[in-house]
């Protein structure tokens, strides 16, 4: 029987963080690749650092990080970078007629930045194509972080927040 051809996904990158400081400088890193539309799924336990990791990628995005907090009581936090970013969190969503009343549509369809705590409540409104960040605690002040990202590389493409791109016509 001929071999299947399959192409390997890589392997999410992983690293150990040993500080808030530390994953919140993760976060900045992932905003540097950010695309507008890009939807980043934030995946770990209760105290894992996904809202401290948020906040590093809304930073580096242009959003002051002291309005970063959990949106725990209103599911969706707002905030105006260089582009507009969504902070969800679903924690606390239990029906589906809940998620139904968040305008996910436009936060996951739009232009901006999605970033949503607890995506496993998400359900059909996952989008296809989502960046995935999973934070395990490893003890102490450990966080293992990884990242998978499955789109395809794009060179050219204006970044979520990036400078405008200069046209010089002579
Ligand atoms: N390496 C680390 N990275 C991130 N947070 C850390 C780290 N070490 C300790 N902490 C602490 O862990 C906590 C993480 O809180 P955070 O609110 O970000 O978690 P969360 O995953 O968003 O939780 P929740 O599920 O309740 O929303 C903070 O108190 C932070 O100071
Ligand atoms: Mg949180």
């Known amino acids: 029987m001929p071999a299947r051809l399959t192409r390997a996904r890589p392997p999410a990158p992983r690293l150990i963080t040993r500080s808030p400081e530390e994953t919140q400088r993760a976060g900045r890193r992932l905003a540097a690749r950010l695309r507008p539309g ?3 799924l934030l995946r770990g336990d209760l105290g894992t650092g996904k809202t401290v990791f948020a ?5 580096g995005l242009g959003v002051p990080a002291r309005q970063v907090r959990s949106p725990s009581f209103t ?7 260089r582009v507009d970013v969504h902070h969800v969190d ?17 936060i996951l369809g739009g232009e ?3 970033l949503v705590e607890w995506p496993e409540r998400l359900g059909a409104w996952r989008p ?3 960046i995935e960040v999973t934070l395990v605690d490893r003890g102490g002040s450990r966080r ?15 970044r ?3 400078a405008p791109r200069r046209h010089s016509r002579r």
Do not use: S
Request: charge should be negative; include cysteine; glycine fraction near 12%.
């Open 144 to 158: 293992e972080i990884r990242i998978a990202d499955p789109r395809p590389p794009h060179p050219g493409a204006r």
């Open 55 to 59: 906040r590093g990628v809304a930073a």
């Open 128 to 130: 296809p194509a989502c």
């Open 112 to 114: 901006g930045v999605a």
């Open 75 to 81: 599911f969706v936090n707002p905030y105006h970078g």
């Open 90 to 106: 679903l924690y606390r969503v239990d029906t589906d007629a809940d998620l139904d009343e968040l305008g996910l549509q436009d």
């Open 160 to 162: 979520a927040g990036g």
């Open 38 to 40: 890009d939807v980043v």
